[in-house]
């Protein structure tokens, strides 16, 4: 077991010698009529867990040092993007190395969503508008403000393409999504004129043009640090409808955001409503020649959002966590869902804590306390870490991370955004539960394949609520 500076290895260690292994103490979870292992109807409800919880709202870090490990997030994970440091030009090979990073043309075969082959025609054409050979040697760093909800795409396409015949869900061209108020870097065009590629605090890839403003470093950096602002604490609201301002009309707004409150006259109407009964936001929106305005919008008082970033609480951490349970799972935040990485960087977020984009990045950041495994790792070394589990805690396994929301007759039950779920039948054969949303389970029964469990996969152990140790 591999581990940077942490305080609860000692826990681990001491675990490892005093304790008898979890599975033996264990009892095997019943299975009710909807084939789910270990769930029953009060285990999905928040106020099941929450009622097992010692210290519910104790503050597990306060602003300070949230804002401390953000930064440290920025300055030590080569995934995170700090677009304030980027320097005031963009040379060629910067802007080429991060597209041919990205874009990189599919080595096997690819399916449209009819199950049909995908003409190499089709993906030529695909690479050619990434429009390469257009970079320029040097050229302005520009500036910009994302307005709609909107796809990050591998390609400057929206075209779905699938790894084999009959699957619909994972597009390979999928990459992630940005929300309204995100800031980005605009470093490339595409040959068609139809797509930027945009990089972004937490990712590089192409976005649709449509969907961004371009300003000044210093109105996007503004808008971004305005006060006072709401931040979204619901897992998605929507400004009211409005004929007046389409921009901004019913615009979605997802857990986490962060929306500047517009200085608007109390008695005066917002885009033909009264503003008394929502809160007055200040958005951005792409004006007619592409560049950056604002606009008022009204995000009603019954939706869910606070005037500042929810208190790091496990309490928190498991009520946020159901606001998406049942969601159906959107990789790449498509279907204008998340996927699993997405769905607990939500939930940390509408806490102020800043989590890399993918579970890749997320399972090893250095700005982040975890313990990583290997192969060489044993059973009983696995199971002392997950007897030490605590409420919050995120868990990786290759390609997926779950949250841990509390344990059951000892055994730690998880919260998770996935488009599986297997577990052993009575016969020893796997049966996948085709779980495909945001569910709740008991961590040891879910296999990764017929002879290893999650546990035996499990690649890190994070717990971003523990402030990490100053770099020596």
Sequence with gaps: MKNRLHPFVAALALALLVAQPLAARQPVP??????????????????????????????????????????????????????????????????????????????????????????????????????????????????????????????????????????????????????????VVIAHESADGDWLFVVSPRYAAWIEKRHVAEGSAEAVFGHVDASPYRVITGATEHTVFTRQEPRVSQLQLDMGVRVPVADTPPDQPVNGQHPYTAHVLRLPVREADGSLGFAPALLPRIADSSADYLPLTRANLVAQSFKFLGERYGWGHAYNARDCSGFVSEIYRSMGVQLPRNTSAQAVSPALEHVTFDAD?????????VDQLQVGDLVYIPGHVMMVIGRVDG?????HDTNGGSVLDADGGLRSMALNGVSVTPLLPMMFNRTESYVDRMTSIVRPHVPTAPSR
Excluded: C, K
């Excluded at 055994?411 to 919260?415: K, L, M, T």
């Design 377 to 385: 790792d044993d059973r009983a070394t696995r199971m002392a870490a």
């Design 411 to 415: 055994a730690p039950y998880v919260i």
């Design 30 to 183: 019943a299975v009710p009529a909807h084939g789910v292992v270990g769930i029953q109807p009060a285990h999905l409800t928040p106020a099941f867990w929450l009622e097992r919880l010692e210290t519910p709202d104790a503050v597990l870090m306060d602003r300070n040092a949230i804002q401390a490990q953000n930064t440290r997030l920025w300055a030590l994970d080569g995934s995170m993007h700090d677009l304030r440091a980027l320097p005031g030009t963009l040379d060629a090979g910067t802007v080429r190395a991060l597209i041919e990073d990205l874009s990189e043309r599919p080595s096997s075969g690819r399916w449209d969503v009819e199950g049909r082959p995908v003409p190499d025609t089709v993906l030529d054409a695909m690479v050619d508008n990434l429009a390469l050979d257009a970079i320029p040697a040097s050229q302005r760093t520009r500036h910009g403000l994302v307005v709609h909800r909107a796809a990050l795409r591998t390609f400057p396409t929206a075209q779905r393409m699938f790894s084999r015949a009959g699957e619909t869900d994972i597009d390979r061209l999928q990459e992630s999504a940005l929300f309204p108020g995100t800031p």
